[in-house]
């Protein structure tokens, strides 16, 4: 393998910390490989992938590379938009497809190359589901840059009727003091601890639950 890859990330985002090592192990086998958190800063390449990217990107910085790809927790069509792993736990799922597809400037439209399907017991708090969902992640990327470029030949069209998840806000944590805690288990699971902490109101006061497993 002898190619440019660009890894866009936003500059916050939670996958950066799995970003090194993967990075790492690339490097050997391809050309050159440039880690940016802005899309603006990309330079012509072959591959480019979008992971942890909120960003808008613009026809022509689609256009500095061969492929533009992106990995999304949902089998599109169903599931476009934000936070797709975290809607699906909170629906009760707990097998979860990860597709890889091409990136198009209608958002979550372009055709698939790869899916996986992550599996969960159902105990798995955020830090474990990022984890997850990490490695399939990067398990997908190394996979389509290791068949390339063949696999471009293999790309399916979605097909089937559109689904759309809204993005959460920190009030998609709120708890209802009258529930009980099994029944509010799943918002437990995906919420994160310090960003957007799981909270009540009772009495006329805010009270911030964090949930952790034991040792």
């Known amino acids: 393998m002898n190619y440019r890859i660009t890894i866009v990330t936003d500059k916050n985002n939670w996958i950066n910390t799995y970003m ?31 992971l942890g990217c909120e960003q808008i990107v613009t026809r022509q910085q689609l256009d500095l590379h061969t492929h533009n790809l992106v990995v999304h927790a949902s089998d599109l069509p169903q599931g476009k938009g934000w936070s797709p792993l975290t809607w699906k736990i909170l629906q009760g799922e707990h097998r979860i497809p990860v597709v890889l597809f091409e990136a198009a400037e209608q958002v979550d439209s372009g055709p698939v190359y790869l899916k996986h399907t992550m599996e969960f017991a159902g105990h798995e708090l955020l830090g474990e589901l990022r984890a997850v969902l990490a490695a399939t992640t990067l398990k997908l990327c190394s996979e389509f840059i290791g068949r390339y470029p063949a696999i471009v030949k293999e790309a ?49 006061e805010t009270y911030i639950l964090k949930i952790e497993k034991k040792g």
């Open 156 to 204: 399916q069209e979605q097909q089937g009727e559109a689904s759309f998840y809204p993005k959460r806000t920190p009030q998609d944590s709120r708890l209802n003091p009258e529930s009980s805690i099994q029944e509010q288990f799943a918002l437990f699971r995906v919420a994160d601890n310090e960003r957007y902490p799981c909270f009540f109101e009772l009495g006329g």
């Open 20 to 50: 090194p090592q993967w990075i790492e192990a690339l490097e050997p086998s391809t050309r050159e490989v440039d880690w940016v958190h802005d899309a603006a800063q990309m330079k012509h390449g072959d591959i480019a992938f979008y």
